[in-house]
Structures are given as C-alpha cells and as structure tokens.
C-alpha cells in the first residue's frame, strides 16, 4: 500500500461531514457503472489533509494523483470527486476504483488490470501471427486492457472481411497467472469467404445485367464455382465498379447517367451476399453540330475546325471530346500559341437529342512550371518518370498535359500508386507538379504448360524484368519445350534510346522441330535488332535488321504424315519428295538483311468503345551478304464491333504474304504452310504438296480471310464459357521450281479452301480453353481435315 501524504492543520470532523463523505463513498465505489457518476448537491465540501492510494502494484501513486487531477491537499468538492473517479476511470488502467473521503482523509482504491505476459493467436490459417502481431495494439509486458483487446479483435475481424470472410469471429480472452499476469488469446474462427451469390441491376434498360456485369471488377459466383472461379465481397471495390459503371455508360453517350447506390446485402446465414447497383440511365445523345471559335483577338478558328475528327450524328462519348481538345491544344503549341486553352461548349437539343460542341479557343492564365519533384521512387530512376512528361520546367503549364502524364505514369506498370499533383509556386505564375509514386515488384518468374491436339502437351519458363535496375528497360528469357518442338529466345527493350521516344529492341532466339507434323526436322537460329518509333497518333513504324541460319537437320525415311519412322542423314536416298531432299542438300543457309513494319492501331485512343481497326504491313529483304537473295512481304488488317448492346462482337481478319526468291529457289523452311492460317485442317495440311510421297512442301503466297463472331451461350457469366462462329476462306500456293524434278507431282496452283465450325470458349482457373468444331467446305482430295482442336495454356 503506497501512500501519498499532505500536511494540514488539524481539523474536527463533524458528524454532518461524516454523513457526506459516506453518501460520496457509496457513489462512487461502484467501478462497474460505464458513465459518469451522478453525485448529489450539497453545500459544503471536503478539505482534505491526507491522500492515501491502496492496491497499486504497477502504476506508481504519483501517476495516479495525476490521473485524478488531485493536489492532494486543500478544498475539494464533490464534483471534483466525481472527476477523479472519471480520471481514473477513463485512463483503462484500472478493473476496479473506489474513492472515499474519511474525515479529513481521502482514500483511493484499487485494482488493478493484469500485465500482458503474452499474446498469441489460435485458429488463424489465412492469416499468419507475424501478420496479426503487426495488427494488434495490444503489446505483452504492457498493461492489459479490455477495451484495447476489444479494438483489436474487431481490427483482426476487418482484415478477413477485406478477403471476403464475412462471418469471421474473433473473440479475445484471458488466462490468469500469476503475479497479476495475463496471457492474452484471440480466438478466431476465420469462416468460409462470402460470395456474391447475385450482381443484380435496378434501372438498366439499354444494357442488359449480362452485359453490365462483364463491365464491374467484382464477379458473380456460381454453380460450379468450386472449380470454376469464386469471387468475394470487398466493399472498397464497389467504389470502382459504381466509376466503371459510370464511364461505360458515359463512353456510350449516356450523359445524365446516375448510379444511384451500390448496395451489399448479407444473406441471414452469411453464408453469401447480394450486391445491387440502382442506376439511373437517362436518354442517350449523339453528336451535333461540331464547330470550332475563337475568342482570342487575331487568331482564327478555321484552321483549328479543319483539324477536329468528330463525326455528327455519331454517338456522343467524353473520350472523343478530350482527345480532340489534345489535338487542338497540339495544334496551337504547334503555331507557337502558349496558354490558349480549349472549352468544349455543349449545347442540348433535347428533341432531337444530339448535343452541339463549340470547341472554344481562350486565352488562358500565364502559368508556368517551376519545377517537377518526384519521391518515392526508391529504385527507378528519376529520368525513367519525367520522360512521361511532354512538360519541362519553364514551360507553360497545361493541366491537361499533365494529367494525360499522370496516366502514362501509372501505365508504365512500375508503381502500385502514382499521384500527380499541381501545387502554387514561389510566385503566383508558377506552379509545382508533385509526383508521389509507390513502386511496385515489377520481375516474374513464370512456369506455364499448354495442350493442343497438333503440338500435344508442352511447358515453358520465363524470367522477366520490366524495370531493369530502375531503367525502365525490360530484359526476358523464355524457353519452351513441348513434344515436337523446342523454342527458346532473349530479349531486351530500351523504350527510351537516346533519350527520344524511340524503342530499341534486341532478340536471339534459337527454334528447333522435331518430326512437327513433317518428315523432317528444323533448326532455326537468328537475332534481330530494331528501332521503334511513332509516326502518327495510332501508328508506328518499327526498322530492323537481322541474320538468321536456317538448316534440315535429318530426315526420316518410310515416315508416315506424323513422322513416325527412322532417319537418314542428307545424302543417303529416301522415300521423301526431292524438292524437300534439295533442300536439305544446301545444308546450313544463311540470311542477312533489313526490313520494315508498319502498326497502325484506332484502338490506342479509344475513340470507339465498340470497336477498332488494326493494320499491320511488313517487308524483308534478305541478301545483304549470306546465302539467300528474297524479299518478304506481309499485310494484315483486322475490324472489330460490338452489336446488340454489346453482347456479340463480329470480327474480319484479313492476311496475306509474299515471298519472292530474287536468286535461286525458295526452300521449306522460309515457305508459308497452312498451320494456324485457316481452321478446318491440319498443320500443313492445305497447299502445295508432293502428291507422290504425300509431303506438304508449303508455298510462297498466301491469302486468307477470317470472319468470327462472339457471343454469350445464356449460360452465367461467371462460368466463363461463352460461343462462337467462324468461317475461314483462303489459300498456300506457288512454287518456284515444279518441273525441274523428275518423278515429282506437285499441285502448287491457287485452290480456295473455306471451312466454318463453332468455338466454345471456356476461361478456367488453370487458364483460357478452347474448343474448335469445323468442317472443311471446299478442299483438295490431298488435303487433311482437322474437325477437332482443342488448345489450353496457362502460367503459375
């Protein structure tokens, strides 16, 4: 018992005091009630000369004085009283208190809580004790406290709430020791995750909840979803689904869009939840009269109206409307015109409900940029984030610009969190752009396997740095093997060279068959360094050189089509075509030369939600030095849409190639096959081939065209499966050199094939699933049918 003494006069105690100070004790001896103690009034206080603690054992008698806010001597009142109590009462240090005046004594008592010896964590298998220990306030060697421990079981039962265990229950309780000591226990039953057993939609007319649910980052479990998928509540993600919602209806000009509320009902079991996003749709809009203004004295408008690519009656969409402000705001940086802004003027037709921009040119504030600071790039060099920026300091500052930098920023993959901020500078016509990154492991190592009926089982490995000691540069290796064939390759990419927006790319790769659906094998060898630049808004033209080695490094005598049977080294006789033995005779082949290609792509601005173009168009010439004297030429050009609200995509592919051999005959390995071109037959089972010895020897053109079509089975979506419809037309044709081999027959003139079938598509956790059904339409009696494929790949 400690004792905290005050010397006073001597003081007669009369009986009246007595009676209060008993009153008072009773009042405040009860530690079990929550708030505050209600003591009655009365006229005279205490003055007390004495002040004795009893029951401390940790908290020293000082600390507790201070706590009641007492001095220890003098005049006190029965309110005071009152607020010692709630002092003590309030600082959890204490299970029990009692505060009695005795005369001119006031005595304090009590008891209390029990010092933590230890923490620990029982029934937690998600989450690790090292993990909870960084969780919990409650530390050992520390007082217990019960409202504390409450605090942090509620801590522990958010943190599995966050992964969708709903029903988690944590329960903290103690074991008494010794010495007032506690072991302090969280109890926890972690509970199965809480699907979302329905994603329903309230308000949705144009869009239905299939489509609607495609758009939402949460998904929908369902009847299957042990082996399917399984997807759980986490609210913060509701937050994103209601902006994605947003933009989806915005993208397709659904301007008055309101989501309303996205609620999350927990089923009385909670054994599941139900999620429901009430909207407000609103009509949709399209484009009307499109114009351009200005409202800068000498500057006109006309030049700047030529370049705006807005299309009227076109379907209104806030992407359209900023990238062509980006192209107007480019165009006056390009006049030498500073701080004019662009101010889209919209105007509503209701009736007709279009909407009438007037792209508004304005002089703009004399802003410029001070300085740019960057933190939290730990790793990745500073020059790696301020290449994203088409500003510097000095320039005029655009906040668009810098917003449109902010989003190259997060799209280099480098960070988990980017923040671009603009803040006032040491003057008024200055600013600050802030950028704040949070870095993010940007190396992986993959392990992956694949299945197809052609190529049978296969597995691969990859190592890959997308941030190369902070340089923004990637730098892989991938191999892979399967039963036919073995594929390995190097490649590096600096996005920067020479600090301009030019991408240097280097690839090695080293490719080798085995018997693949031929009767003989391959071996393939070649590096290739390029540059890539952008040429336009969509498009970018690469330059390359390259040096390849190609070589037939055994054939197989009395193989059958699958290769099966023994080999022979070149030079010996056998039963195969002598156009594929005259290739082999030229042993090793060496190619050296440049070449060309051509992207250009609608969909990198996203001016159509709905859809894109893609063209592709490539040139190689071969014979700068080495063995073979060709050109090769090659075009591809893809459409894509969406219709019926989305829920079908049609697409068209179109692609051919050339190879024109300048000197000498061209030979199997740089000749095109039919493999992966039309669906409906083998790997090599279309175009020119022996007829004698039933070898595909492949042709020097090819065309083909593809026409698919997606759509939903009416099956949940959260399935994954999904249909569809092909119908592939095209051919392999053209030989250089038929008719100087004797005995050889060789069909090598142009014969349309065409095949249709369906597609089952199927996204499982192990990776995408692929179903093929065709039927060849029109073929040659030589060709060779593949009614069904099935491919699958995935990484882990």
């Not at 993959?446 to 190592?463: E, K, N």
Request: neutral net charge; aromatic residues 8%.
């Amino acid at each position: 018992m400690d004792q905290a003494q005050r010397a006073t006069g001597p003081r007669k105690t009369s009986r009246a005091q007595l009676l209060r100070g008993a009153a008072v004790m009773v009042f405040l001896a009860g530690s079990a009630l929550p708030g505050p103690v209600a003591l009655p009034a009365f006229a005279q206080g205490y003055t007390i000369s004495q002040v004795t603690i009893e029951g401390n054992q940790y908290v020293d008698s000082s600390t507790i004085l201070k706590l009641a806010g007492l001095t220890g001597r003098g005049a006190v009142s029965a309110g005071q009283l009152n607020d010692a109590y709630q002092g003590l009462q309030n600082s959890g240090l204490f299970e029990e208190i009692s505060v009695a005046p005795q005369g001119s004594r006031l005595v304090i008592r009590v008891k209390e809580y029990p010092m933590i010896n230890r923490i620990s964590f029982e029934g937690n298998k998600r989450m690790k004790d090292d993990v909870l220990e960084k969780v919990v306030q409650s530390k050992a060697r520390r007082v217990y406290s019960p409202a504390l421990a409450e605090a942090d079981a509620a801590t522990i039962a958010e943190g599995y709430q966050a992964q969708g265990r709903m029903a988690a229950r944590v329960t903290p309780k103690i074991i008494r020791r010794s010495n007032n000591q506690v072991d302090l226990v969280f109890e926890i039953i972690e509970g199965r995750p809480i699907e979302i057993e329905r994603l329903a939609f309230v308000g949705n007319r144009a869009f239905s909840d299939r489509r609607l649910r495609q758009v939402l980052q949460t998904k929908q479990a369902g009847l299957l979803r042990t082996f399917i998928r399984r997807d759980s509540l986490a609210p913060e993600r509701l937050d994103l689904d209601k902006q994605l919602l947003r933009d989806f209806y915005l993208s397709r000009g659904y301007v008055d869009v309101q989501i309303l509320d996205a609620a999350a009902e927990v089923a009385r079991e909670r054994d599941g939840v139900f999620v429901t996003f009430t909207l407000q749709e609103g009509q949709q809009f399209r484009f009307g009269a499109i114009t351009a203004k200005s409202e800068i004295e000498g500057l006109g408008a006309a030049e700047f109206e030529a370049a705006l690519k807005v299309r009227p009656g076109s379907v209104y969409s806030p992407g359209v409307v900023e990238n062509n402000i980006a192209r107007l705001e480019n165009l006056a940086v390009q006049k030498g015109l500073n701080f004019v802004t662009i101010e889209p003027r919209i105007t509503r037709n209701e009736r007709d409900r279009t909407l009438d921009i007037a792209f508004t040119l304005v002089r703009g504030q004399k802003v410029f940029v001070e300085r740019i600071d960057i933190e939290g790039n730990n790793t990745t060099l500073d020059q790696v984030v301020r290449r994203q920026f088409r500003t510097v300091e000095g320039d005029p500052f655009n906040p668009r610009e810098i917003r449109q930098s902010a989003e190259r920023i997060r799209a280099l993959g480098y960070f988990a969190d980017a923040k671009v901020n603009a803040e006032p500078g040491s003057s008024p016509d200055q600013v600050v752009v802030n950028v704040d990154v949070q870095e993010q492991p940007t190396g992986s190592l993959s392990f992956g396997a694949s299945y197809g009926v052609s190529s049978g089982i296969g597995f691969s490995i990859g190592l890959r740095e997308d941030n190369f000691l902070g340089r923004g540069q990637t730098i892989g290796v991938d191999i892979s093997t399967s039963s036919k064939d073995q594929n390995s390759s190097i490649t590096f990419i600096e996005p920067a060279f020479l600090g301009r927006d030019v991408k240097f790319k280097f690839n090695a790769f080293y490719n080798q068959t085995d018997k693949n659906n031929a009767t003989y094998d391959t071996r393939m060898i070649g590096v290739v360094p390029a540059l890539e630049f952008p040429v336009s808004e969509r498009g970018r033209l690469e330059l390359r050189a390259f040096v390849r080695q190609s070589k037939l490094l055994r054939l197989f005598a009395g193989s059958d089509a699958n290769g099966n049977g023994d080999f022979t080294d070149p030079g010996d006789s056998w039963p195969t075509t002598p156009i594929i033995e005259r290739d082999a005779a030229r042993g090793a082949l060496i190619s050296t030369g440049l070449g060309a290609g051509y992207t250009y792509d609608s969909r990198i601005t996203g001016l159509n939600p709905t859809g894109g173009v893609v063209l592709r168009f490539g040139v190689d010439y071969a014979g700068l030095g080495g063995d073979v004297d060709s050109v090769t030429t090659s075009a591809m050009a893809m459409a894509e849409t969406r219709i019926w609200n989305d829920d079908v995509t049609l697409r068209a592919i179109f692609e051919g190639g050339a190879l024109h051999m300048i000197n000498g005959d061209s030979r199997v390995t740089d000749r095109y096959f039919g493999s992966g071109k039309i669906r409906g037959f083998e790997p090599g089972g279309l175009g020119p081939r022996d007829l004698v010895s039933g070898d595909a020897i492949g042709g020097n053109l090819f065309a083909v065209a593809k026409f698919e079509a997606d759509f939903p089975l009416g099956l949940p979506e959260e399935y994954g499966i999904s249909g569809g419809l092909f119908a592939d037309f095209g051919s392999v044709w053209s030989l250089d050199d038929v008719a100087g081999h004797n005995g050889v027959i060789v069909d090598d003139r142009f014969h349309l094939r065409s095949a249709v079938g369906f597609s089952i598509f199927w996204t499982t956790p192990i990776g995408p699933l692929r179903f093929n059904f065709s039927k060849a339409m029109s073929k040659q009696d030589y060709d060779k049918e593949q009614t069904f494929d099935l491919t699958i790949s995935t990484k882990f």
